[in-house]
């Protein structure tokens, strides 16, 4: 059974810094795509970042670039997120993703195929 488990998240103030992991289980990850989205009640699933191949310097959405960084370990099979300089509009719900999802529709949430539970970033003003 494919698994994706959260972790890392809470509450930080404005400015601070919060380092979210995903560990997968299951199978093995090293050729999927690895992302992070987010989302805020009443509203849709944000990109966030992905990750194409642990080599790789990652893709970002346009309201994290610059602030965040997603890294992954294969031999882990985890993938991290890095977000510094936490903004109050950075407060939501960060999930998980992975799929074999093709490079130009990374940003795409029905092209992953497995998803964790979620972790709450709550950043105070």
């Known amino acids: 059974q494919v698994q994706l488990v959260e972790s890392g998240g809470g509450l930080v103030q404005a400015g601070g810094s919060l380092r979210l992991s995903c560990a997968a289980s299951g199978r093995t990850f090293s050729t999927y795509v690895m992302g992070w989205f987010r989302q805020v009640s009443g509203k849709e699933r944000e990109f966030v970042a992905a990750s194409i191949w642990s080599g790789g310097t990652g893709n970002y959405g346009d309201s994290v670039k610059g602030r965040f960084t997603i890294s992954r370990d294969n031999a882990k099979n985890t993938v991290y997120l890095q977000m510094n300089s936490l903004k109050p509009e950075d407060t939501a719900v960060y999930y998980c993703?992975?799929?074999?999802?093709?490079?130009?529709?990374?940003?795409?949430?029905?092209?992953?195929?497995?998803w964790g539970q979620g972790t709450q970033v709550t950043v105070s003003s």
């Open positions: 993703a992975a799929g074999p999802v093709i490079r130009g529709l990374v940003t795409t949430a029905r092209m992953y195929d497995y």
